[in-house]
């Protein structure tokens, strides 16, 4: 009798050291499982960031072409920003078809009206912000549109503290601050000659519609984060694609629509002809401001699901300063002391935000690792 019971006392030691030595091997597993998975989301917003910056840029670029050389219609300048969606469609199909089998089905998914009307409701948004966009690039010389836009990051900041429970720190609120002054420095550098002739009902409208457009693509950006937290609530790639993809079919529909009610449908021949580069130049111009915002618009997307709106707002406002330089290089213009402290102000602002949330990332992993003893210690115990 005593012999069973030290065998059975014996088996259960056994028992419990495979049961411990499981577990430890499943906790030293996990911080190498995180730090791989850390490392690809690393990856993941670089690339986006490139695509915000070089998309945001080159559309910004080709939109001061299509009005330099001869353009003039705001419905068709509004349609190019939203259009090129259908672009998405083959990588959509893929994405959609790999996912599909690896999709997890107990998963609640949220109501199809509530997807519509979001997409709806965005798209709407994302419409009036590009026609507004379109109005002030129109009506107000540059200096005066780049130190509205740059308006944008304060408008974030209040949007973001409201629907996604942003947090302030020294260093976020240094990074604005720099970049908005950033942005300031090119708007009064611009000469003040670029406003002569422009009449003052002109002047006024392009400047609330440019303020109003800042502030609704804040509360676009907002709505976009707050809509993948609470609604859609996919962590996928698809899931950025469907919200590039359908708010963009509902904003080319208005424009559509604008366009054709407004009556510029029809002028657009006589401005086609009239284009300074010529018949190509003008629809190789509207095709790729269209292919170039796609890009940015997917850049855009990608930061606010993987880190927040205001970052994306952020890396957004860093390319005010880029686009200058560029246009150095394609455009001739010239290059100056103000404009090299503008891109220098820029770069410390980004920085500056990546370094808090480098700050961010390494408070979590401590807090992490101390989870972790804790948990060890209480296998120790038991």
């Not at 850390?38 to 840029?57: E, H, N, T």
């Not at 670029?194 to 109003?212: A, H, N, V």
């Not at 676009?220 to 984060?225: A, D, E, F, I, K």
């Not at 804790?374 to 296998?379: P, Q």
Request: with cysteine; hydrophobic share 45%; aromatic share 12%.
């Amino acid at each position: 009798m005593e012999m069973d019971k030290e065998l059975q006392l014996q088996t259960t030691d056994d028992d419990r050291r495979e049961q411990n030595s499981h577990r430890s091997t499943i906790i030293t597993q996990q911080p190498q499982h995180s730090r791989f998975k850390k490392y690809k989301w690393w990856i993941r917003v670089f690339l986006y960031i490139i695509f915000l910056l070089a998309g945001q840029s080159a559309a910004t670029l080709l939109g001061r072409l299509y009005y330099d050389k001869g353009g003039n219609s705001k419905w068709m300048a509004t349609f190019v920003q939203s259009s090129g969606f259908p672009l998405l469609l083959p990588l959509l199909f893929y994405v959609k078809f790999t996912e599909m089998h690896n999709s997890d089905t107990s998963k609640t998914k949220p109501k199809v009206t509530t997807i519509v009307f979001l997409y709806v409701a965005l798209g709407l948004l994302l419409a009036g912000d590009n026609l507004m966009y379109s109005y002030g690039l129109l009506y107000l010389p540059v200096s005066t549109y780049s130190l509205l836009c740059a308006s944008q990051l304060a408008f974030n900041a209040v949007f973001a503290f409201l629907l996604n429970s942003q947090k302030f720190t020294a260093l976020i609120f240094n990074s604005i601050v720099l970049l908005t002054v950033s942005a300031s420095l090119l708007a009064v550098n611009v000469d003040s000659e670029d406003s002569m002739g422009i009449p003052r009902e002109k002047y006024i409208i392009g400047f609330f519609c440019t303020l109003g457009a800042s502030a609704a693509f804040s509360l676009y950006l907002s709505l976009v984060q707050f809509s993948f937290e609470k609604v859609i609530r996919r962590e996928t790639f698809s899931a950025i694609l469907d919200m590039q993809f359908y708010p963009s079919l509902v904003a080319t529909c208005v424009c559509v629509v604008g366009l054709f009610a407004s009556g510029e449908w029809k002028t657009l021949d006589n401005e086609m002809k009239g284009y300074q580069k010529g018949r190509v130049s003008y629809i190789m111009t509207l095709l790729w401001t269209a292919v170039t915002w796609q890009i940015s618009s997917i850049g855009m997307l990608g930061l606010v699901f993987e880190v927040s709106s205001l970052f994306s707002n952020i890396i957004g406002t860093l390319a005010l300063p880029i686009v200058p330089i560029l246009a150095v290089v394609l455009f001739h213009d010239k290059i100056n002391g103000v404009k090299v402290i503008a891109l220098l102000l820029a770069l410390w602002g980004f920085l500056s935000y990546i370094y808090q949330h480098h700050l961010d990332d390494k408070k979590a992993k401590v807090d992490k690792s101390v989870g972790l003893e804790v948990s060890r210690g209480e296998l120790e115990i038991c």
